[in-house]
């Protein structure tokens, strides 16, 4: 069964996360801190975390990076702060997607299945073996979803992965930030094409000698995004 960690102080949200994940298959542990999330997180093995922003101690933003620093699983916010600044942070920081307080449970379960079914599918559990992907100094591993530049590895967010992953497979094609949002964050996801364009600068600062001037993944004004091969 697989098991969701919620990180919120506020404990009836907590519990209400908790009895919903729970009926639709889920099983659930719950933090009501920063500190005390970091270390279920790191100890135990989660398919998923939803993670308040507003956290006692080490607040979620603090919280979401060091998490970033060694997991690429999907993290879900639950805010009640709706500032785009916020919001944009957040994602920069390695966060997958995000839903506002008050929020209607039914809709959690849906975000945290599809979010779930879509890392599974990306990281292609129980499909068939792709082979890495090898260009110039950029090393894409397909099976342990790491990444290398000059043999270095550079620590991915899961949909920074996902999304490096998608164009790489895909080279010399231009895709549209609703495209790209489409196909990694799904029609289900709270969000914007800012999403996307969030994501293509946290990558292009891991891969890029000069992210300013990107030589891997172009941007196509007015239209979108290439990977260029």
Not at 12 to 37: K, Q
């Amino acid at each position: 069964m697989q098991t969701i960690l919620i990180i919120e102080d506020e404990l009836h949200i907590a519990e209400l996360e908790r009895d919903y994940l729970e009926v639709n298959g889920f099983e659930s542990d719950i933090a009501t801190n920063g500190e005390e999330g970091l270390k279920l997180a790191l100890t135990n093995r989660y398919s998923l975390i939803l993670l308040d922003l507003m956290l006692p101690g080490i607040d979620g933003f603090q919280l979401c990076k060091k998490l970033r620093q060694t997991l690429d699983i999907p993290i879900l916010m639950v805010t009640a702060r709706k500032e785009d600044i916020d919001i944009i942070r957040g994602l920069g920081l390695g966060a997958d997607d995000y839903i506002v307080k008050p929020f209607n449970p039914n809709e959690l379960v849906a975000r945290v299945k599809a979010h779930i079914s879509r890392y599974d599918r990306l990281n292609n559990h129980g499909g068939y073996k792709q082979s890495d992907i090898q260009i110039g100094n950029l090393l894409i591993q397909i099976d342990s979803r790491r990444v290398y530049v000059n043999k270095k590895e550079k620590i991915f967010t899961a949909k920074e992965y996902d999304l490096l992953h998608f164009l790489a497979t895909n080279p010399n094609i231009v895709f549209g930030k609703e495209q790209l949002f489409e196909r990694i964050w799904g029609y289900d996801s709270i969000g914007d094409t800012t999403t996307v364009t969030v994501h293509i600068r946290k990558i292009r600062e891991k891969i890029e000698d000069d992210p300013s001037t990107p030589k891997w993944i172009e941007t196509i004004w007015g239209v979108g995004y290439r990977f260029k091969k």
